[in-house]
């Protein structure tokens, strides 16, 4: 590897896809690219998604994604070819949502986005991130207390340590850098209490220095116990059919309580315990190993990657109440998103039929068929019939 404190600067021409991983300082990093355009822009670099971060164009060119597939194609078409078609001096493109591509949508992200292209991957400490991960996969109904989750994700073969392998530079150097080249492979994995380093690293990658500012992101974790409360709803809820729509509430929910928690709340969080420190350590140790032994560029310090077991819990235990202004506070958010997500897929459905009603009736002017106005008339019923329901 060629370890360096901060990159050296790319030609003119170059193009860079920052692809995370989570948790590692991502939406602190796009919100700072979207506030300074006016200046990147005068400075001669394209940041070229529309807002902040474009995560389902992302996801659907990774292959993760949910929902309209139509739609997200279409944004993945446009993001693709405004990356590619770019004059910039420089062109940028950022989303943790790349990271999760397998090793064919990997080489398909190449085809589309061109084999010239540095991949840039910032990196924290794999027993950091584990806590967040875990309240993700409960946003996504998931069932099981932190510390069963743990032994499944750690447990080398067990399905759920598919969730981590991502976070692995030697997996990244595996998928990406054998598509990409190795070369091209940009890992900043600094000290966890720097906040400013991916910021460095990219100011210098671009020769842009002072340009990106930190920006206010409200990104917080919940406290534990709400974190249970939270796993709790999942055991009793059930979810069913209406998965999606509750996968939305909570994540929701859940932002809100860790970002403007009702007065009262804790401010317990969820530890890795010393036994998971420990094990996690040993599987960072290869991962050093790997990024050493390629041909990658890694800014900073890989060591920083390790965790020191003595700041870890020998125990934890599960947190087994909470205040009853947590508990009124989260069955009244809860209640309230339930319905403006419903409200919002009534809408979507409405505007569906308006527009295929629309479409119907175009067509039938075309025809000379004595049953066009009654044919509108019949659609244009259905449609108010659609809109009463839904509001009701």
């Known amino acids: 590897m060629r370890r360096v404190d901060l990159p050296a600067p790319l030609p003119a021409g170059s193009r860079i896809l920052h692809i995370g991983l989570p948790k590692t300082g991502t939406s602190a990093l796009q919100a700072s690219f979207h506030a300074a355009r006016e200046e990147l822009d005068r400075r001669g670099v394209d940041y070229v998604s529309r807002g902040a971060n474009p995560l389902s ?17 279409r944004r993945w078409d446009r993001l693709a070819e405004d990356f590619r078609a770019s004059t910039a001096r420089c062109v940028v493109l950022s989303s943790e949502g790349f990271s999760g591509a397998t090793p064919d949508r990997v080489t ?53 340590a598919a969730n981590i392998r991502r976070y692995d530079p030697a997996e990244i150097i595996a998928t990406w850098g054998r598509r990409f080249g190795e070369e091209r492979l940009v890992f900043v994995c600094g000290d966890p209490t720097d906040r400013m380093l991916n910021h ?20 917080s974790s919940p406290p534990y116990p709400e974190i249970e409360m939270l796993r709790h709803f999942n055991l009793a809820n059930g979810r069913g059919e209406d998965g999606e729509l509750w996968t939305r509430v909570l994540r929701r929910a859940a932002r809100r309580m860790g970002d403007a928690p009702p007065s009262g709340t804790g401010t317990e969080k969820v530890r890795v315990p010393r036994w998971a420190a420990e094990r996690i350590n040993e599987q960072t140790r290869a991962s050093i190993a790997a990024l050493e032994a390629s041909a990658a560029t890694v800014v900073g310090d890989p060591t920083h990657l390790l965790v020191d077991p003595e700041d870890h819990p020998v125990e934890t235990t599960t947190p087994g109440q909470v205040t009853v202004g947590s508990a009124g506070w989260f069955a009244d958010t809860v209640a309230r998103l339930a319905v403006d997500e419903a409200d919002q897929r009534a809408a979507k459905q409405v505007r569906r039929l308006e527009r295929k009603v629309a479409r119907l009736a175009e067509a039938r002017r075309t025809t000379t068929s004595l049953d066009d106005a009654s044919a509108r008339d019949l659609l244009r019923a259905l449609a108010r019939r659609v809109r009463s329901r839904s509001s009701r």
């Open 108 to 160: 398909a992200i190449r085809d589309r986005l061109g084999a010239d292209v540095t991949v840039v991957v910032t990196l924290r400490p794999v027993a950091a991130l584990l806590p967040s991960i875990w309240q993700q996969a409960l946003r996504r109904g998931g069932l099981e207390p932190f510390e069963d989750w743990l032994a499944g994700v750690l447990e080398p073969g067990h399905p759920h």
């Open 57 to 73: 164009a992302a996801r659907f060119a990774a292959g993760t994604a949910h929902g309209d597939t139509a739609r997200l194609e």
């Open 200 to 219: 460095r690293a990219f100011e210098s990658l671009l020769d842009i220095d002072g340009v990106l500012q930190l920006q206010p992101v409200l990104n």
